[in-house]
């Protein structure tokens, strides 16, 4: 498990555009190591901001995108194309514009599936998913190489919220039911999954959100913080705008 290590930009703006170059980067340095890249997505404005930024970057067409994952770290449980769904909004912001294998994008099940309606079972056929694409032998999860997480006011993560039971759940995916976020039912990563990426990037803009990534790098426990409980194998990235890093612990202040 990494330490946490923070790079603050000026604005939202400029945090979405520095993020987008540092996922193009990551995306290729996986091909040129693995010849492969998996990226996990999340929801949110600063995400979307993220993804509509690396659509824009003309060194886009540097990548292979037939040989990238993309997976969910969270999805909210409405119908296929509704266009609150996490993945309506990345697609419309990046996935449609870049020439992916279909095959090799996997959103998490929307409400009106016709495999069925239920969130538990919609989290359990995509933890057989994952495991379909994990790694040969014990493994129940594909590699991930970097996997990106909004930061909520609250402190949660994907769909991982304070105090909520989903932090009981033994399962690498879970159904989420009465989220304070709305809508109220949706589907995520646990930590113990999201904690399995070689990379795990927190994005955060604005000063509403200082108070929570304050606490976070303080030390706060992961089931009143979730995002204190976030650690990449090989690096934990918190990459915010200014307003966002206005409260780092004193240990933190340099990097401002
Ligand atoms: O589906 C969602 O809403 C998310 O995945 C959630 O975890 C989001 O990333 C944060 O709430 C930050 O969202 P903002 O960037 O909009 O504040």
Do not use: C
């Amino acid at each position: 498990m990494s330490e946490a290590s923070i790079a603050v930009h000026a604005d939202a703006e400029l945090l979405a555009q520095a993020v987008a170059a540092r996922l193009l980067v990551r995306i290729l340095d996986a091909q040129t190591g693995r010849g492969q890249a998996s990226v996990v997505l999340t929801g949110g404005r600063i995400a979307t901001a993220v993804y509509r930024a690396l659509a824009a970057l003309p060194a886009r067409e540097a990548v292979d995108w037939s040989r990238v994952d993309v997976w969910w770290g969270d999805e909210r449980f409405l119908p296929e194309g509704d266009p609150q769904r996490n993945a309506t909004q990345a697609r419309a912001a990046l996935l449609d514009a870049v020439p992916l294998d279909p095959a090799r994008v996997h959103p998490m099940p929307a409400s009106d599936d016709p495999a069925g309606s239920d969130p538990e079972e919609a989290a359990g056929r995509y933890a057989a998913e994952l495991a379909r694409a994990a790694r040969p032998g014990t493994a129940v999860l594909p590699h991930f190489d970097v996997l990106l997480l909004g930061v909520g006011e609250d402190g949660h993560v994907a769909s991982v919220f304070p105090e909520h039971p989903v932090h009981y759940e033994n399962r690498p995916v879970s159904a989420v039911r009465g989220s304070p976020k709305p809508p109220p039912i949706r589907t995520t990563l646990t930590l113990p999954t999201i904690n399995t990426a070689e990379e795990v990037w927190l994005i955060a803009s604005g000063a509403d959100k200082a108070r929570a990534v304050g606490l976070a790098l303080a030390g706060a426990g992961p089931v009143q913080l979730p995002a204190a409980g976030v650690r990449g194998i090989n690096r934990t990235l918190w990459l915010l705008d200014r307003s966002a890093a206005a409260d780092l612990p004193a240990r933190f202040r340099s990097v401002r």
